[in-house]
DNA sequence: ACCGTTTTGGAACCACCGGTTTCGTTACTC
DNA sequence: GAGTAACGAAACCGGTGGTTCCAAAACGGT
């Protein structure tokens, strides 16, 4: 049985928040040094200077230890309003694009794999994270609903998709410079609140 | 020293092929049952009914082995001209579409975690996958641009990640249906050409 | 001041994994 | 038939994830 997460005091010694720092550090560096696959509990535990017990007090497993250094729970917080679909957009793009883009290349999708691997984790995921972008951009929806900026209201779901994906392929399907991200993401930006506006493209006159 | 690949026979016991399919498929079977993570080299010894001096005689490594069975030597071929470049990117967007959702969720972001974690296996990644798909990429837009279908020529990479992005966060990332995402792409691929024929989206009134 | 509770770093422990090697056997070429 | 290499099976090794135990230390309640 793993470790509990949070054990309440009633009494007895304290946890150290700065063991919480040091295994947070530590986690960081090494996945920078050696990459997901190859970070071990016990090379954690050395790099911050405490014992395996206290990494396994508060993270059950090394997926959730990963999980929980690289998306606190303060992820995606309520998204203020900057006036444009575009801006509200781009705002929320940013912000992914850059967790994205600051650990080392194969931490995503290491975390991803083990996300698919573990259902628990899974859940974990969906409500922390996916729930959190979704409700931001519904309420970035209504926003431009409100201003008459958009002719249709697309599906969250699909909308997060096709924003994140290219970003998501860049990095790591096709290994390119973090550098070119914000071009990236602000042509595509363009393109779509251009079709967003304008309704959606013509049907083609050539047959599929 | 891992095993080599290729030991050529000027005598001696052949090799047979059976022992590579039945590999192969255990390799396929068993990402299916316990996912990418959990795939142990014992099982698919056990599970193909082979010794695992077999395996290491044809595969360096467990990352290795994965990685030849889902992306065999004869993958993305030359493109047939279809016509008009929505049929052409249809035809090799369906293609990766379909090669990132048969196998189990887990498998392709567990793939790409050990290819960014082992240069070796990134180059073969690079050149085998991604030379191939730029170069198909290239000669799509070569033949669009002899149908004047493009007003402005996109950096393949860039149209890559546009085009397999959304494909790519739709599966792995939002973990959302495969039976979706035809309609997903059918409509990604109507508004990307018909922005590229009718030229970037005007530049925006509003102020970012 | 004292006691019970909890955390601390450190170390030991276990089952298992990836990878290598060895074994006797089998199948093919020269 | 001699030589060679692949075959399945098993043993072996260093290392890993995860658990547990330990004595010391830090706190709240009384």
Do not use: C
């Not at 259902?119 to 959190?132: C, Q």
């Not at 790591?172 to 959606?200: C, N, W």
């Amino acid at each position: 049985m793993p470790a509990r997460k949070q054990a309440r005091n009633p009494g007895g010694r304290p946890r150290d928040s700065r063991v919480d720092d040091a295994i947070a550090t530590a986690v960081r560096e090494l996945l920078v040094e050696v990459g997901y696959p190859r970070l071990t509990m016990a090379e954690v535990a050395a790099r911050a200077g405490v014992g395996k017990a206290a990494i396994y007090r508060r993270h059950a497993t090394k997926q959730e230890m990963i999980f929980d250094v690289l998306l606190p729970d303060r992820f995606l917080a309520v998204p203020p309003d900057r006036g444009s679909l575009r801006a509200d957009l781009a705002a929320v793009l940013a912000e992914v694009a850059e967790a994205m883009a600051t650990p080392p290349p194969g931490t995503v999708p290491g975390l991803l794999a083990d996300i698919h691997a573990d259902p628990a984790l899974h859940d974990r995921f969906t409500e922390r994270y996916l729930g959190a972008q979704r409700r931001t951009l519904t309420e970035i929806l209504d926003h431009a609903t409100a201003r008459g900026e958009l002719t249709t209201r697309p599906d969250p779901a699909v909308l997060n998709a096709l924003l994140v994906g290219p970003a998501f392929a860049w990095l790591f399907l096709l290994s390119e410079s973090p550098a070119e991200l914000p071009a990236l993401t602000s042509a595509l930006l363009d393109a779509a609140v251009a079709l967003a506006t304008q309704g959606p493209p013509a049907p083609r006159t050539t047959p599929a």
